[in-house]
């Protein structure tokens, strides 16, 4: 049932707030993600430990990249953790509502602005508009800012800038093309009859707790809060971190640097690139640099807008939230979009 918001913005469901955990199991679960990320860091020393013959060269190789998109990506979880904490427990109902525009389409641009008062990559976005959700914003509204948010951050522009400059128009591409891409999303699932059914059921059933089942201080809230989320998001990370490492091992980089100079193929191959590297949108610049001698402009931008919204990583997260169907229809207006703009960077440049 819809209500409206102080802005006038319609929301899909109430606030809704998760229960508070009891003691003993918090203690249990920060115990358990303590336990992973030290698993992690353990994994990584042991790694360098081994002998060269301990394991055969793919494994190690596949092994090291796992680990390091994991270590990468942590101190981002990390804050999107924290930010979506704040906005749950901290933020009082109605403040972030009441500066969006009523109008759906431009509270969508609002939102897909937002992200450059958030310097968080997309592994951190997640559970940002985990909270976003809960707090009662529409999926469409939801989807617009994580879009986009992974693009248009202020770390983002600045490092992308630091690799290419303005040269060939790839910042500009970059930054126009991820709120081109987040907005058509975000208008296409505002065309749902039903968005709520585009979440998963567990995440709506933790959205339809009922408040009055919310007891404890805003601490302890907050702790419980964090705690959950990092048992969402921890494993999808860690799967999805595997599966980049396995990928990378398995497609050999040569046959893609092989296709580079060609304008068409090329865009399909960095694309393809960016899909399985798994690279934090707030360094993928500096990765993609290394390949501009080699391939064309419009294939670096394709790079830069299909990495950080539908790499192995990202959807693995994504689904701890959003069905496969939304996925599928997520994938299916990325790729074409980001050919179109990579092809038109082409033809510019």
């Known amino acids: ?36 990320i030290l698993a992690v860091v353990a994994a990584g020393l042991l790694l360098q430990s081994l002998p060269g013959g301990a394991l055969p060269d793919r494994v190690q190789d596949g092994m090291t990249l796992a680990i390091s998109v994991i270590i990468e990506a942590m101190p981002f979880v990390m804050l999107g953790v ?30 897909s602005l937002l992200g450059m008062l958030i310097p968080v990559c997309e592994c951190g976005n997640v559970p940002f508009a985990r909270g976003l959700l809960m707090r009662g914003f529409t999926v469409p509204d939801t989807l617009t800012f994580l879009m986009a948010a992974p693009i248009v951050n202020p770390i983002v522009i600045i490092t992308t800038h630091q690799a290419f400059g303005f040269s060939d128009g790839i910042l500009v591409a970059r930054l126009l093309g991820g709120f081109a891409i987040a907005n058509v999303i975000g208008w296409l699932y505002s065309r749902h ?3 709520q059914t585009l979440l998963t059921s567990r995440f709506q059933a933790a959205c339809d707790t009922p408040p009055d ?90 790079f830069l807008l299909v990495g950080p919204l539908i790499d192995v990583k990202m959807l693995t997260l994504l689904r701890t939230t959003f069905t496969t169907r939304l996925l599928v229809g997520m994938i299916a207006v990325v790729i074409p979009s980001a050919y179109l703009i990579g092809s038109a960077v082409n033809l510019l440049a």
């Open 193 to 195: 009859p039903q968005p």
């Open 213 to 302: 089942h919310v007891h404890g201080s805003r601490t302890t809230r907050s702790v419980a809060q964090m705690v959950v989320e990092l048992r969402a998001i921890m494993p999808a990370l860690i799967l999805g971190a595997a599966l980049a490492g396995a990928i990378q091992v398995v497609v050999p980089r040569d046959v893609l640097v092989s296709i580079g100079s060609d304008p068409v193929l090329s865009i399909a191959a960095m694309m393809a690139l960016g899909v399985v590297v798994a690279i934090c949108s707030n360094v993928d610049a500096f990765f993609a640099m290394s390949f501009a001698s080699a391939f064309t402009p419009g294939s670096i931008v394709a």
């Open 82 to 111: 924290l930010l979506a904490v704040v906005v749950e427990v901290w933020v009082p109902s109605g403040v972030i509502e009441r500066w969006l525009p009523r109008r759906p389409a431009m509270r969508r641009a609002a939102l």
């Open 1 to 36: 049932m819809e209500r409206q918001a102080p802005s006038g913005a319609v929301l899909t469901r109430p606030r809704v707030a998760r229960p508070a955990a009891p003691r003993a199991w918090t203690r249990r679960s920060l115990t358990w993600a303590a336990g992973a």
